[in-house]
């Protein structure tokens, strides 16, 4: 609720969207909250159109949960939307592991979506581009956490972990914070993405 009374348009996930379970019942309320596309038979919704723009959510298997096939499911989405009122403006979220994955998609995507943002890893990639038929990509988007972190959570435990292999409960680090961003110029006429800018803020 908080997040989007701050003014965000769509909220995407991943992996974790399961891990509280409270949020469930709140999947199938209309909510612009999506889950992965390509979980079979789940609460909730893989994409959506909000103001002209398509957003859609989908997770990679490399190294992941095995689920439906990414690609395919992309493909399905986008010939649903093809049927009836298909925007032409179209945002990925790939969250996934490898990134060799990630490429793959954003080429097997080119130039039917205007953008294939990748998420998962916590740390942001410099590889911003525009592919040769106009689809934005971006391996790693990062992530909005603390600086002093191993991908978020504090040194200690998961060093411990490292360490010794044991178990160990994870706690968010404190300390200075960074938003990982990125900007896109995307031309409303074509779907065709103009420019790509990386955004990161951090503050004490």
């Given at each position: 609720?908080?997040?989007?009374?701050?003014?965000?348009?769509?909220?995407?996930?991943?992996?974790?969207?399961?891990?509280?379970?409270?949020?469930?019942p709140?999947?199938?309320?209309?909510?612009?909250?999506?889950?992965?596309?390509?979980?079979?038979?789940?609460?909730?919704?893989?994409?959506?159109?909000?103001?002209?723009?398509?957003?859609?959510?989908?997770?990679?298997?490399?190294?992941?949960?095995p689920?439906?096939?990414?690609?395919?499911?992309?493909?399905?989405?986008?010939?649903?939307?093809?049927?009836s009122?298909?925007?032409?403006?179209?945002?990925?979220?790939?969250?996934?592991?490898a990134?060799?994955?990630k490429?793959?998609?954003?080429?097997?995507?080119?130039?039917?979506?205007?953008?294939?943002l990748?998420?998962?890893?916590?740390?942001?990639?410099?590889?911003?581009?525009?592919?040769?038929?106009?689809?934005?990509?971006?391996?790693?988007?990062?992530?909005?956490?603390?600086?002093?972190?191993?991908?978020?959570?504090?040194?200690?435990?998961?060093?411990?972990?490292?360490?010794?292999?044991?178990?160990?409960?994870?706690?968010?680090?404190?300390?200075?914070?960074?938003m990982?961003?990125?900007?896109?110029?995307?031309?409303?006429?074509?779907?065709?993405?103009?420019?790509?800018?990386?955004?990161?803020?951090?503050?004490?």
């Open positions: 609720d908080e997040l989007l009374e701050s003014g965000i348009d769509v909220l995407t996930s991943g992996n974790h969207i399961w891990d509280q379970k409270e949020i469930i709140y999947m199938d309320e209309g909510l612009p909250l999506l889950r992965p596309a390509n979980y079979p038979s789940s609460p909730g919704r893989g994409s959506l159109i909000k103001d002209n723009v398509m957003v859609v959510n989908l997770m990679g298997r490399v190294f992941m949960a689920i439906d096939c990414p690609f395919k499911t992309a493909d399905a989405l986008l010939e649903e939307a093809r049927q009122t298909m925007p032409k403006v179209i945002i990925v979220d790939f969250h996934a592991e990134t060799s994955e490429q793959g998609l954003g080429w097997y995507l080119d130039g039917r979506v205007s953008a294939v990748g998420t998962h890893t916590h740390v942001g990639t410099v590889d911003a581009r525009i592919l040769p038929k106009g689809t934005g990509f971006l391996t790693d988007v990062g992530m909005t956490g603390p600086v002093n972190s191993v991908i978020g959570s504090d040194t200690g435990p998961v060093l411990e972990r490292f360490l010794t292999g044991m178990p160990q409960r994870l706690a968010v680090a404190s300390g200075p914070v960074t990982n961003s990125v900007l896109i110029d995307v031309d409303p006429d074509t779907g065709r993405a103009l420019s790509m800018q990386r955004i990161d803020r951090t503050v004490d």
